[in-house]
């Protein structure tokens, strides 16, 4: 059985920040999620229900927390774990060339719709 | 915040593979596995009662299934679900220096030790 790989079908450059669904079961949702310099609207915090642990996988961005003034940089390998309900933001991705994140979100209602 | 990086204290030789454990919440534990060249016992197969999602990020590997004759090699960004009581074994692992997984136990019940 061939694997399928994460950096396969990533395009270098995209109106939008692409999410994909690799797997989904009862409170489990792994997404791949490639930003191409995209970064989240101005003064827009995600506020989620559950914790998301992510790991950037390649490129970089800057991920703001609304309780830390300091900037979370974030380069190939790092991870963090955004705890439920931690306002979050990303503030910039690398503009030259795609930044994959692996995020797995823990604790997803089931009724929850696609989102970061 | 600094973030954390999967790929710090990494070792590139050791006796045995070396697990640890990134993330643990009710149904789900997130590991980062070390392996620098060890492969699963002889005849050994893992059956797990719950679902095991791998991503390599370094190094290689050859994943094995008891359903299936084809070797499952694995390369950096590879990733496969391995459902839960599909029999599987880790073949080899490359020798030439560090083998990185990430491993996501899916619906592990919340009293199992630390076992791949």
């Known amino acids: 059985m061939a694997p399928e790989n994460i950096f396969s079908g990533v395009a270098a450059q995209s ?34 229900a559950w914790a998301e642990w992510v790991l950037l996988l390649s490129g970089s961005a800057d991920l703001r927390f609304a309780d830390d003034q300091t900037p979370t940089v974030m380069k190939p390998g790092d991870y963090v774990l955004i705890a439920a309900h931690r306002r979050h933001r990303v503030e910039w991705t690398s503009p030259d060339g795609p930044t994959v994140w692996l995020a797995i979100h823990c604790g997803i209602p089931q009724t929850e719709t696609n989102q970061m």
Chains 1, 2 share one sequence.
């Open 15 to 48: 109106e939008t920040e692409l999410v994909t669904a690799l797997l989904a079961m009862p409170g489990i949702r792994i997404e791949k999620i490639v930003s191409t310099g995209q970064a989240s609207p101005p003064g827009f915090w995600y506020d989620q």
